[in-house]
């Protein structure tokens, strides 16, 4: 089994930073990606962030620029960086791990609320 233990969500101010970290644990093999998705109220879950074993990195388009998302191989561990936040990033963000075989592994998701 594999666990995802989320952390760094919170309110924030449009306009403001946070930065969301996951470190995978457990029985951590070949990890093919790790990534981000956020789910709104009323909206289906969207991937946010991803970044494969080589380092290849997906945005979704209203992120670009403003997100970051990198990853310490050593650590099992996916980090984004969220700058400029706009109180439309406002949701539950869940971390996931795609495994080369083909399993996959969520978090269970951190609130972030970008209001004044």
């Known amino acids: 089994q594999v666990q995802l233990v989320e952390s760094g969500g919170g309110l924030v101010q449009p306009g403001g930073s946070l930065r969301l970290s996951c470190a995978a644990s457990?029985?951590?093999?070949?990890?093919?990606?790790m990534g981000w998705y956020r789910q709104a109220p009323g909206k289906q879950r969207e991937l946010v962030a991803r970044?494969?074993?080589?380092?290849?990195?997906k945005y979704v388009d209203s992120v670009k620029g403003r997100f970051t998302i990198s990853r310490d191989n050593a650590k099992n561990t996916v980090y984004l960086q969220m700058n400029s936040l706009k109180p439309e990033d406002t949701a539950v963000y869940y971390c996931?791990?795609?495994?080369?075989?083909?399993?996959?592994?969520w978090g269970q998701g951190t609130q972030v609320t970008v209001s004044s």
């Open positions: 996931n791990l795609l495994a080369t075989k083909g399993d996959d592994y």
């Open positions: 457990g029985r951590v093999f070949s990890i093919y990606a």
């Open positions: 970044i494969t074993s080589g380092s290849s990195i």
